[in-house]
């Protein structure tokens, strides 16, 4: 007798179990011990055989062990009966409660659903009662006879399916094709059934059943919704009469609910699978039938770019055969032209990511069908081609994806190679999908986590040592590779239409390369292939890297808001620094710098402005992308200033670090998220900096030009309003104010002439011409404005104030940081404005009436013409004009008595603000939450246009763009809109309720 042990080196878990069961199969025990052991879980497998040989024992005495006789002596029964007792629980239960049904098995040939389809749906009309020639009612079934009989005869079928599928290695193809036909079939049983429900009245209406998805597509898995769409007419009667439309809309109607009900409900014989008609016009919320003119016109005006993608499968597959050839002739032109609709590659995207976007977390390591490198990932790649290129080639039009993925290698739209891998890839993924659904015929695509799933799955696919170690590796193989195609499907044929490429790759030609550009979201494809020419054209190493790099990098440009914009500031960075060694290296070697840069140069004009005037920066997306502090980047610029010869030199030095950190601190903010507040700190900072090295080149400059040993004054410069504030932004000026305080002994008036000298002398360095974005000093909020001295003594300053000021000037004075210059006349100009900004006992009442009265004017008068009152960013309702004067009118009647007010500073004040119960913390939040949106606006808006606007895009591009910079997912830009619309109209509230009480 065989030893457990010896059963347990067979493949058998229990092996104590597996010899006594092998035991109870008595003469049959031998020779079925190896075919049980090669299943996809012996154990499994012999517990069903000795399950079946009691149920036939039950109905008949003997014939259990008679059924063993039998197929022990015939090899090809065995193999195929055992296969699917290991495999699938499901149709073990189904062979135990009808056990005759194994000898559907003993036929070694069986067929092919390419002969048998017809044969197929004969089969099931006649179980359900059915005419196979005609469609006719059931006659002389019981319905729920009927109703069982369609669940029992389609598993027999399936059962003959599976076994050949298990135990032959049918191709995947094969195997779903046969399964749609079986599923094709039941729908027409299913409706011969409904028809009979609904009686006599069931000839007004001709219905038929158009198959969508994987049913339409002829690859229907074993277990899945089979997606429908339903279409009638009104029948001709017998008097020659059309039927009445309302009559037979009702009939047509009641027909598909019950074919619905008849497939998806549960009886004593379970279940066959829910028929899914969500994919009709206007989805769950349409009516469940329409004619065909109807259909006609709601897809000519209504339908969106994934219905007409969801249509490229469609397939009459019951009822009226000649209506369902007229409706699926009728949709053909427009799914072949839906490539061709404004918007079609974002809506197509848009759909692919709210597939991703609405897995599970826990599911999402091992969805095989909906994660990344999954099937989804193939059949939208496979899809998207199609609809572009099957305008022109008619082909490409296949319904099943691996027969479409086959017409477009051979056309040359996929390259060989790629087309073989995906083509291995996606029948694996199916096959593995296939083998999880059918243990228990349910519907899922997550591959199990239990060691004992995944030793049967392992062995099903033919992995008999270390299943599950086996399979894990294998699966991960296949979705890298997906992952590794789907990114360069669509891009590397496009260099083949321009460069030379080794190999199998494929060839486009110009126009269909120019149609899949286009498709892509490519506005100028012509362009885009003389950029593609240009850097692929040649054999140097640089050509190479780049052919290496582009297929990747132009599926980021097209993901990107402006996929133009992105290569044309790729080629000309290239050109820059192609022959440098360590950049294409880089980009090909550090994938994250190379995604960095190709969503910085196809959403930011300010980014890619200074990436071309500085094009070392491309390291720096590889480095922190933290702002540097002011002393860091003073102590760079001092250094180079050193070894300059001229003033003119030192501050073009100055401007280069001042260029580079801006594209630090913009990249810091497109790809790493930098907060804005630390955004306007880094830029103030990097100010600060600026105006110290150029304050001293400016003073040795003219200290020089006058033969002076010594400057005879002191200088400092104060920051004034969003610079003085720590928020600047990348298009604001450095609003400020000179002070000058001479040295013991210097001439009053030599001491002015030299200060007003070094102010002119930094402005005229600062404005001199450059490739860097200018840093405009402004000095307009100085005492009596244009018309007053370019610099003042503390005294002057405090003469002024003390006579003339308005409070408009106290209020400027919230803002006021002394930055840069002598560290003394900075301290001495604080303890001057402290008590003029932040009176003891605040500002009085008619004050506070004037505060307002010049708020409402600036609202009224500064508001451009033409401008949007709620989308501007400065002065619109709930911007940053209305947060800033709130907190500012707190801070100058409160600020004498509450500590946290004394700062220039918006977040601050207003946390110190509601600390301190001078406004409730909601609407301290609320007015937080919209200044700092609002600033984020503002920022991405000037980067993504290059220069500075204070509204809210209209254009819809650039509107994406800014969507994209705040962090939106892609096609989410009215999403944006409307959160800021939501918070800034919060805001206002507040202003109304706190500013003007």
């Known amino acids: 007798m065989t030893s457990a042990g010896a059963y347990v080196r067979k493949g058998f878990v229990d092996g104590a179990a597996a010899v006594r069961g092998i035991e109870r199969l008595g003469a049959a025990g031998h020779p079925l011990t190896d075919k049980l052991a090669a299943t996809a879980d012996p154990d499994a497998a012999l517990e069903g055989l000795l399950r079946l040989s009691d149920a036939l024992d039950e109905a008949e005495e003997g014939a259990g062990a008679r059924m063993l006789s039998e197929v022990a002596d015939d090899e090809g029964t065995a193999m195929r009966l055992c296969s699917v007792l290991g495999a699938s629980a499901a149709l073990t239960h189904h062979l135990v409660r009808h056990p005759e049904q194994w000898r559907e098995l003993t036929d070694p040939t069986l067929g092919s659903t390419r002969t048998a389809a017809y044969a197929v749906r004969e089969a099931m009309l006649a179980a359900v009662g059915a005419d196979p020639q005609a469609l006719e009612p059931v006659a002389g079934l019981p319905d729920a006879e009927a109703v069982d009989a369609l669940r029992v005869e389609y598993r027999r079928i399936l059962l003959r399916l599976a076994s050949r599928d298990l135990a032959h290695h049918l191709g995947i193809d094969d195997a779903a094709a046969e399964i749609s036909d079986l599923a094709a079939a039941t729908l027409d049983a299913a409706l011969a059934v409904a028809r009979a429900r609904v009686g006599d009245g069931a000839h007004q209406a001709r219905l038929a059943v158009i198959a969508m998805g994987k049913c339409g597509g002829h690859e229907l898995n074993y277990i899945s919704d089979v997606d429908v769409v339903f279409v009638f007419e009104p029948a001709v009667l017998e008097s020659g009469e059309g039927a009445d439309e309302g009559s037979a809309l009702r009939v047509a109607t009641q027909l598909a609910s019950h074919l619905m009900r008849i497939c998806s409900d549960h009886t004593r014989e379970g279940t066959i699978w829910p028929v899914d008609a969500n994919l009709r016009p206007e989805g769950s919320q349409g009516p469940l039938v329409r004619t065909l003119a109807s259909h006609q016109g709601y897809y000519e005006k209504w339908a969106k770019t994934w219905e007409f993608q969801a249509l490229l499968k469609a397939r009459p597959v019951a009822g009226d055969g000649d209506l369902g050839r007229r409706y699926c002739e009728m949709v053909a032109p427009m799914v072949w032209n839906a490539a061709g609709r404004d918007g079609f590659v974002a809506d197509v995207q848009a759909m692919r990511r709210r597939v991703v976007d609405h897995i599970p977390a826990h599911e999402a390591e091992r969805q095989i069908k909906l994660g990344s490198g999954g099937l989804r990932d193939v059949e939208f790649a496979v899809q998207l081609l199609q609809l572009v290129h099957g305008r022109s080639d008619p082909s490409l039009r296949e319904g099943a994806t691996l027969s479409a993925l086959a017409r477009l290698t051979d056309g040359g739209y996929v390259g060989r190679e790629d087309g073989e891998k995906l083509h291995e890839a996606y029948a694996f993924l199916r096959t593995l999908e296939h ?63 321009v460069a030379k490429l080794a190999g199998s790759e494929a060839r486009l030609s110009l126009e269909a390369a120019e149609e899949r550009l286009s498709a892509l979201g490519y506005a100028d494809p012509k362009a885009a292939l003389r950029h593609l020419e240009a850097l692929t054209s040649g054999v140097s190493r640089t050509s190479d890297i780049q052919r290496t790099l582009l297929p990747v990098l132009l599926e980021w440009f097209a993901d990107s808001p402006d996929p133009d914009a992105g290569l044309f500031g790729f080629r000309r960075i290239s050109e820059s620094l192609g022959r440098t060694p360590w950049y294409l290296t880089m980009l090909r070697d550090e994938g994250e710098v ?58 073009v030095a100055v401007r280069a670090v001042r260029r580079r950190e801006l594209l630090r601190i913009a990249c810091g903010e497109l790809v790493a998220g930098t907060d804005v507040a630390l955004v306007g700190q880094g830029l103030s900072r990097l100010t600060d900096a600026t105006l110290q090295a150029t304050l001293d080149i400016a003073t040795y400059a003219v200290r020089t030009q006058r033969g002076l040993d010594e400057a005879p004054t002191r200088i400092a410069v104060i920051a004034m309003g969003r610079y003085g504030g720590f928020e600047l932004s990348y298009g604001s000026d450095a609003d400020v104010m000179f002070v000058h305080g001479p040295v013991e002994g210097a001439e009053p008036q030599v001491a002015a002439s030299f200060a007003t000298a070094v102010v002119a002398e930094l402005r005229r360095l600062l404005s001199l011409p450059a490739s860097d974005p200018p840093l405009e000093v402004d000095p307009d909020l100085r005492p009596e404005g244009k018309n007053g001295p370019m610099v003042r003594t503390v005294e002057s300053y405090a003469a002024y104030y003390a006579k003339w000021s308005h409070v408009w000037e106290f209020q400027a004075l919230l803002r006021a940081d002394a930055v840069a210059g002598d560290e003394d006349l900075r301290r001495r100009f604080t303890e001057l404005v402290d008590p003029l900004r932040f009176p003891a006992d605040g500002i009085a009442e008619g004050d506070v009436v004037e505060v307002r009265r010049i708020k409402a004017r600036v609202d009224e008068e500064r508001l451009p013409r033409g401008a949007d009152r709620h989308t501007h960013l400065k002065l619109g309702r709930g911007g940053l004009a209305d947060v800033e004067w709130t907190v500012q009118l707190l801070q100058m009647r409160h600020a004498g008595r509450v500590e946290g007010l004394r700062t220039p500073q918006t977040l601050p004040a207003l946390e110190a603000a509601a600390a301190a119960g001078l406004i409730p913390e909601e609407d301290a939040e609320t007015l937080a939450d919209a200044w700092r949106l609002v600033s984020r606006v503002r920022n991405a808006v000037t980067l993504v246009r290059g220069k500075p606007y204070d509204q809210l895009p209209r254009d819809a591009q650039e509107r994406a763009a800014v969507a994209r910079v705040l962090g939106y997912p892609q096609g989410s830009s009215d999403q944006m809109v409307n959160d800021y619309l939501r918070t800034t109209r919060r805001a206002h509230a507040v202003v109304e309720r706190v500013f003007w009480e």
């Open 435 to 497: 083998r999880i659904q059918l243990h228990q015929l349910r519907r899922t695509h997550v591959l199990p986590e239990d060691e004992a799933s995944l030793r049967r799955l392992g062995r099903s696919l033919g992995h008999f040592s270390e299943p599950a170690e086996t399979l894990d590796k294998q699966w991960r193989y296949h979705r890298r590779e997906v992952r590794r195609l789907h990114e360069k499907l669509f891009y590397r044929p496009l260099l083949g239409a």
């Open 594 to 651: 190379a995604q960095r840069l190709a969503h910085v140069l196809g959403t930011s004009r300010y980014a890619t402005d200074l990436l071309e005037r500085e094009p070392q920066g491309v390291k720096m997306l590889g480095e922190s992308l933290v702002p540097l502090s002011a002393e860091a980047g003073l102590a760079e610029m001092k250094a180079l200033v050193e070894r300059a010869e001229t003033a003119e030199a030192a501050v």
